[in-house]
C-alpha cells in the first residue's frame, strides 16, 4: 500500500494534534485523588458550565461515565428504561447487570428514539412483586440506530414524561456534541431536561482519553466514590484532561465538517452497485454512515477485509451491515479516495 489506509472505523481512532499535545505538555498538573489537579478540575468546571449543571467528574470512558451514573442512582433490582439497540445495551459487556444488579426495560424505536407513551407504558407498577422503575436512558446521538440526532421537542417532551413518572432521566451523550452542531443548538437545550450526562472527549472531539459525568452537586460526590470503588480514580491525569479542554476550545464547531464529509461519503456510497445506503445522502444526520450489503458481496466482515486491501479500514455493525465515521483525521480529500476504494471492492466482489 503506497498510501496509509482511510481509517473510517470509528471516530475513537484519532491521534492528538501538535496543538493539542503542546496544551498537554503545558498543563499544570497535580494528584486529582488528593484533591488538588488543577487542570482536571478545570475541566470539570468547563463541561459542567457547558452543561449547566452543578458539578461534573472527569473519568477514563465513557462506559464508566454511564456505569457511574447507574450505579450512583439504582440499587440492585432497580430497572433502566432504555431504547433495545442502547450502547449501554449492547457494547457495555453487561456491565449495569454486573455492577449496579440492575434489569433494563427496553423500548424499540425509529434511530435509537421513542415516544413519551412508550415510557409511560414501561413503568412497572408499585407492587412488592415488580422491580423499581428507577433511570430512564436516552442515548443522543445514538451511534447503533445511524448517528441520529433526537429532534428538541421529542427529547423534551420524553424526558419530561421520565421525569413526571418519577425516574432519573439520563443522557448518554458520548456524541452529544455532533448532536448539538447538527442542530445548531447549545447542548442545554438537551441537558435542561435531564438529571445527568455523559460526555466523550475521545470520540468526534479528538481528544486522546476520557469522558465526564455531569450532574448535581450530590450525585457527582456520589459517583466520584464509586469512581474510586471502579478504579478509575487517576493522579496526574491534568495531562490528559489539558487534551480535553482544549477539545472544547478548538474541535466542537468544526464537527460541521464531519457531518459535511459524511453526506459526501453518502452520495458516493448511494451510487455503487451493491450497496444500499441507510437514508439519503442529504438526511445523513451526523458523523455516521450506515449501510448494507447485498448478499452477492458476502457479510459484513468479508467485506471489510476486502475493503481493507483497498485501503479503508470500516466495522461490522451486524451480519451485513457496515458502519462508516467521519473524524477529524480524514479529510474531504480522504473522503473522496475512500468512495473510489469502496467502489473498486464492491465491483471485485459482484465480478
Ligand atoms: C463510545 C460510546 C460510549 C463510551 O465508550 P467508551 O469506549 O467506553 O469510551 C458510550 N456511549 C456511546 C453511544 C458510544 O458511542
Redesign the pocket.
Known amino acids: 500500500m503506497q498510501t496509509p489506509p482511510i481509517d473510517l472505523r470509528s471516530d ?1 481512532v484519532t491521534r492528538p494534534t501538535m496543538a493539542m499535545r503542546e496544551a498537554m505538555m503545558a498543563a499544570p498538573l497535580g494528584d486529582d485523588v488528593l484533591g488538588d489537579e488543577p487542570t482536571v478540575q478545570a475541566l470539570e468546571a468547563k463541561i459542567a458550565a457547558i452543561c449547566g449543571k452543578e458539578a461534573a467528574l472527569y473519568v477514563p ?6 456505569q457511574l451514573a447507574i450505579r450512583s442512582v439504582c440499587e440492585p433490582g432497580d430497572e433502566i428504561i432504555a431504547h433495545k439497540e ?3 445495551i449492547q ?2 459487556t453487561g456491565a449495569p447487570a454486573a455492577l449496579s444488579g440492575c434489569m433494563i426495560a427496553m423500548l424499540d424505536g425509529p434511530g435509537g428514539t421513542f415516544a413519551p407513551e412508550d415510557v409511560r407504558a414501561a413503568i412497572r407498577p408499585k407492587d412488592q412483586h415488580a422491580p423499581i422503575s428507577k433511570m430512564l436512558l436516552l ?1 443522543n446521538t ?2 447503533k440506530g445511524g448517528g441520529t440526532v433526537w429532534p428538541v421537542d421529542q427529547f423534551a417532551t420524553v424526558a419530561a414524561e421520565g421525569r413526571a413518572c418519577g425516574l432519573h432521566v439520563h443522557i ?1 451523550g ?2 452529544l456534541m455532533n448532536a448539538c452542531v447538527a442542530l445548531s443548538v447549545a447542548p442545554t437545550a438537551f441537558t435542561q431536561h435531564v438529571d445527568s450526562v ?1 460526555v ?1 472527549f ?2 468526534g472531539l479528538g481528544a486522546p482519553v476520557g ?1 465526564a459525568l455531569v450532574g448535581s452537586a450530590s450525585l457527582i460526590a456520589r459517583a466520584r466514590r464509586f469512581r474510586k470503588m471502579f478504579g478509575g480514580a487517576m493522579r496526574q491525569s491534568g495531562l490528559l484532561a489539558a487534551a480535553c479542554i482544549y477539545a472544547l476550545d478548538h474541535h466542537v464547531a468544526r464537527l460541521a465538517d464531519d457531518h459535511a464529509n459524511a453526506r459526501r461519503l453518502a452520495r458516493q456510497i448511494a451510487s455503487t452497485p451493491g450497496l444500499s445506503l441507510e437514508g439519503s445522502p442529504d438526511t445523513i444526520p451526523t458523523n455516521m454512515v450506515f449501510f448494507k450489503l447485498d448478499a452477492r458481496l458476502g457479510t459484513a466482515k468479508d467485506f471489510c477485509a476486502r475493503l481493507a486491501q483497498h485501503g479503508v479500514a470500516a466495522i461490522g455493525m451486524g451480519p451485513a451491515r457496515v458502519r462508516m465515521v467521519t473524524h477529524l483525521d480524514v479529510s474531504a480529500n480522504d473522503i473522496d479516495r475512500a468512495g473510489e476504494a469502496i467502489a473498486r471492492a464492491a465491483k471485485e466482489a459482484l465480478a
Open positions: 475513537t470512558s465513557g462506559t464508566m461515565a454511564n442502547s450502547h449501554i457494547y457495555e442515548e445514538h451511534n448518554d458520548a456524541r455523559s466523550c475521545s470520540k469522558s
